[in-house]
């Protein structure tokens, strides 16, 4: 006897496979999905060939969150305009509640030390190119935050002889928590008392909130999106496999099955993305290793990624 497939094309899923391509199609001729190649989508489509293959793909296409600069700007806007201001109402900084993080992080030199310091999230081995990076320099070609306010992790010491006690990381992704934990220790941040530390993340996985939180209780996490295990494209609760014929779980053997078959070779640990948090959320600059490799692999002969990591 033969297995039973693990994956099948429900009764409409012809129709749903094209809906979603078409729709996707349609996102980024209408510049709303920005800075993605409409060929270079139509050759990541090209990797599936069964019907199923282009249902499964159709699937994680309806679960994919793509972050274009735009709305890359947008969530900088809402860290500076709700995120920071509310948290410092709730818990006051040594400079009270700040409303106007905009306003503050805009003043020259001349205009007074605004007693805040922007932190990249950054390691000394980190390249020019790391995420973090990117999004400093966001905040000062799209919000006018002045370059003398924006700091490395090394330099805070200096930054404190001067008095200055608000430190806010900035930095695109949480996922795990790993890299951060890992940079915060080797900078020996963890030993800082009597300062106002918070990691701020454009996106945040309650999975890296949770060990963050643990691991050091001074540091304030205040992300402007946060994602729970149910973005988890297999998770029991993904809602994306949700056919009436498949699920999740058999969702993820087909994954892996589709995954051997294409060449690309990965280790079991990794093919959920780092962390196996399983996600399909992506910037127009990057897309993080937590992300799904099947959209963002490079190194299967005859194989397209679709995003560039």
Not at 6 to 26: K, M
Not at 127 to 142: D, F, G, I, N, Q
């Amino acid at each position: 006897m033969g297995l039973t497939p693990t994956f099948q094309l429900p009764v409409d899923g012809l129709t749903y496979t094209r809906e979603i391509f078409q729709r996707c199609s349609d996102l980024i001729a209408y510049d709303i999905w920005k800075d993605l190649d409409p060929s270079r989508f139509r050759q990541w489509l090209r990797n599936f060939t069964t019907r199923e293959e282009r249902y499964f793909a159709a699937c994680i296409l309806d679960g994919l969150i793509y972050r274009p600069k735009d709305q890359t700007v947008s969530l900088v806007k809402q860290l500076f305009g709700r995120v920071l201001p509310d948290l410092t109402r709730l818990d006051a900084s040594p400079l009270g509640c700040i409303d106007n993080w905009e306003e503050r992080l805009r003043r020259s030199p001349d205009e007074g030390d605004p007693g805040v310091r922007l932190v990249t999230a950054v390691r000394r081995v980190d390249p020019p190119t790391k995420s973090a990076h990117y999004v400093a320099r966001l905040m000062k070609r799209e919000h006018s935050v002045r370059e003398e306010w924006i700091i490395k992790p090394w330099e805070i010491l200096p930054a404190i002889a001067k008095g200055i006690r608000v430190y806010i990381f900035v930095d695109d992704f949480l996922a795990t928590g790993d890299q951060f934990s890992k940079f915060f220790s080797e900078e020996n941040l963890h030993s800082l008392s009597g300062y106002y530390l918070v990691y701020a993340p454009l996106a945040a996985h309650t999975s890296g909130i949770e060990l963050l939180s643990r691991s050091f209780p001074a540091l304030r996490v205040a992300p402007v999106e946060t994602l729970d295990r149910s973005y988890g494209l297999f998770s029991p609760e993904s809602r994306y496999f949700d056919d009436g014929l498949n699920t999740p779980e058999g969702a993820k053997v087909f994954y892996e099955q589709v995954l051997k078959s294409k060449g690309i070779k990965i280790d079991p640990a990794l093919r959920g993305g780092y962390g196996d948090l399983e996600l399909a959320y992506v910037f127009e600059h990057a897309a993080p290793d937590n992300c799904l490799p099947i959209f963002w692999w490079p190194h299967a002969s005859g194989w397209t990624p679709f995003f560039h990591r």
